[in-house]
């Protein structure tokens, strides 16, 4: 795949329209609860996703917004 091809999709992604598509239950924001920490919810909405991808401030997983994609749908890069 090409690598300005990926930039323009990475940038277009809504941090939203992810978070809902992948259940990610959300607090207020850019926050949400950690699919990886707090899978059944939490106090605080600990995972910040924006754009240019997604970081827990709870468990500090970080990535891209493929990369989070590919971890909570289960899925290979392709695919995500």
């Keep these: 795949m090409n690598r300005d091809h990926l930039d323009r999709l990475k940038a277009a992604a809504d941090p939203h329209q ?3 598509a992948l259940h990610i239950r959300g607090g207020r924001g850019k926050r949400f609860f ?3 920490c707090q899978p059944d ?6 995972l910040s996703i924006m754009p ?3 970081k827990c401030f ?3 997983k970080t990535g891209d917004l493929l990369q989070l ?4 749908a289960g899925l290979d890069f392709a695919g995500a």
């Design 34 to 36: 950690c699919p990886f």
């Design 18 to 20: 992810v978070a809902a």
């Design 69 to 72: 994609v590919q971890e909570v």
């Design 52 to 54: 240019t991808g997604f």
């Design 41 to 46: 919810g939490g106090k605080t909405p600990d």
């Design 58 to 60: 709870k468990c500090g």
